[in-house]
């Protein structure tokens, strides 16, 4: 069969977005590999550096740390937010919508600021210090109490879509049948969200097993891999060995990621054309109890990002608590001062801007394209692969890759364009499940009658796709942003004299012992993202009223 123009312009571009990801992912990759099995003088040394590594007991110790903080943060994110959303989905108490904003004020601010806010409430001059009866908040505790405030949003928006879809028959053949309630919670609520609570179950051990800024902050002594990585990098120049703790972080990450893979492929309907909405019904002890139990969860948020507003604002803690705004003043300590912030602010709006841009046009000729089915397959792994690689693995990979004189690319490094590339490589495989739910549910006959009046895919994309597809490019794009602007670990590498960042400048200002100077900076980014997520509702309304009055039809 005789290819068309649209035939040809679809492969062009597939071949732009595999060279993208061949070229941002795939290679620096290969690159780590290669230099973990490499001496210093770039001579070929087999598994060497590996036999050392796994020689090295504090080394390899730091591997039981990190799968212990990950799997008990994890169960203990999992289950507060799933108590959570089981009390915005299955109770009638009030002020839900309050509940579920104030849950997702984590994702806004950087994961450093958590254990910031823990060294002003538990440290040696914390406030509430008395509390830990003698123990130290610097080390396992600290860093598993941070990595739930900070994982906690993410568990539950998993969890909120996965209890939302019950059916309402299965609960009322319980009541039929006289189950209590306890036993209908394991027998119904229990299987009908199992898989939702396995996915946030890998994705909180995935975000904690690759997270840096935690342990960095309030670590103290008590090494993780990601802490590893830093230290023979920055602290010892020692790449090589950077290189094979990065691949031993790798694969637990990687595992995790292809166990939820498998899990997502075995999971089944649960909502069907004849199923039922489930409606709460009021019980006044229960919502009272749930409503109690999420005003907790909310108090603690609050604490957390009120004692670093508040601390941000003192003016010597805990000798001179009067208000003062010199923590603000940046430009007079190490950080990079207010570019640091306003570099920060410019490489999220060009991630955000080519990031949706790049993730949803390649979304689409994956999704829409009727031709070359194989390497749109093949794409769609690929795409599927930066989840899987850490931050910071991928920032070395980078310096490894990019920092080569004989890549052609090597004009990148040191600059802004390498930071939005890494990121938008980073935070690539959320916004591209994103884009591809959102058109499948764009039925294929829109191409059909496009293409039997002979329109050209692009009239069709520009006309038909983007305009129904408004809300989830937003999505993307805030995404994009926000993500940005709070990480570290993906930029913590790469970041030049003339392109620092804010959430680096938080861990340099918390490094030279400027620890208020560190909460004002994080307190910064966190009103620069609410700001824009607020700015964002707003603005959209109005934009979308336009764009989906076919919705009200």
């Known amino acids: 069969m005789k290819k068309s123009r649209d035939d040809y312009l679809t492969i062009f571009f597939i071949a732009i977005a595999a060279t993208y990801i061949l070229a941002t992912l795939a290679l620096p990759m290969y690159a780590i590999l290669s230099k973990s099995i490499e001496n210093k003088e770039g001579l070929f040394i087999g598994l060497s550096n590996y036999k050392y590594y796994f020689s090295n007991p504090s080394l390899f110790y730091s591997i039981y740390n990190s799968l212990f903080v990950s799997i008990i943060t994890t169960i203990i994110s999992v289950t507060l937010s799933f108590m959570f959303a089981y009390a915005l989905t299955r109770s009638c108490m009030r002020a839900k919508p309050f509940f579920k904003t104030m849950a997702m004020i984590p994702i806004l601010l950087p994961s450093l600021l958590a254990g910031i806010a823990l060294i002003y409430l538990f440290g040696n001059q914390g406030v509430f210090k008395a509390l830990l009866m003698g123990r130290s908040i610097y080390g396992p505790i600290g860093i598993i109490i941070a990595e739930v405030f900070y994982t906690f949003p993410h568990a539950l928006l998993i969890i909120i879509t996965a209890l939302s879809i019950a059916d309402a028959r299965l609960y009322e053949a319980a009541t039929v049948l006289r189950s209590s309630p306890i036993r209908t919670f394991f027998t119904v ?29 309030i670590g103290g002594q008590y090494n993780v891999l990601a802490i590893d990585v830093y230290k023979q990098v920055i602290g010892q120049q020692n790449f090589e060995m950077g290189a094979v703790v990065s691949v031993v972080l790798i694969i637990p990450a990687l595992l995790a990621f292809i166990v939820d893979r498998i899990v997502q492929k075995k999971q089944i309907s649960i909502l069907t054309a004849r199923s039922v909405v489930y409606e709460p019904k009021k019980n006044k002890t229960f919502d009272l109890m749930m409503f109690l139990y999420c005003s907790l969860i909310t108090l603690f948020i ?56 790049i993730v949803f046009t390649s979304a689409y000729f994956i999704e829409k394209a009727r031709t070359i089915k194989t390497a749109r397959i093949m794409m769609h792994l690929l795409s599927m692969m930066p989840m899987a690689i850490p931050g910071m693995v991928l920032g070395l990979a980078y310096i490894f890759f990019f920092n080569n004189p004989n890549n052609p690319f090597n004009f990148i490094y040191g600059t802004m364009a390498i930071l939005v590339i890494c990121t938008i490589t980073h935070f690539y495989t959320v916004s591209h499940l994103t884009a591809i739910t959102a058109l499948k549910q764009i039925d294929y006959e829109f191409e059909s009658v496009s293409s039997s009046l002979k329109q050209p895919f692009y009239k069709m994309f520009f006309s038909v796709t983007v305009p129904i597809s408004l809300p989830v490019i937003f999505e993307i794009g805030i995404y994009f942003f926000v993500n ?33 100077p560190a909460a004002a900076m994080g307190m910064m980014i966190f009103y620069t993202n609410a700001f824009v997520r607020i700015s964002y ?17």
């Open 484 to 516: 940005a602007m709070t990480t570290v670990s993906a930029v913590v590498f790469i970041y030049g004299p003339k392109t620092t960042l804010a959430s680096v400048a938080v861990l340099n200002m918390d490094d030279a012992g400027d620890i208020a």
């Open 302 to 357: 609050l604490t957390m990002v009120g004692m670093c507003l508040y601390a941000s604002l003192i003016k010597f803690w805990p000798y001179n608590l009067s208000f003062s705004l010199k923590n603000y003043h940046f430009d007079l300590m190490d950080g990079g001062g207010w570019d640091s912030y306003y570099n920060s602010i410019k490489m999220a709006s060009y991630t955000a801007f080519f990031g949706t841009i």
């Open 537 to 553: 509702v707003i603005i959209t309304k109005k934009v979308l009223v336009k764009f989906q009055q076919w919705r009200t039809k």
């Open 189 to 217: 609520t229990i299987p009908s969200a199992k898989y939702g609570l396995m996915s946030a179950c890998f994705v909180v051990f995935t975000l904690v097993i690759t997270d840096f800024g935690i342990p960095k902050v």
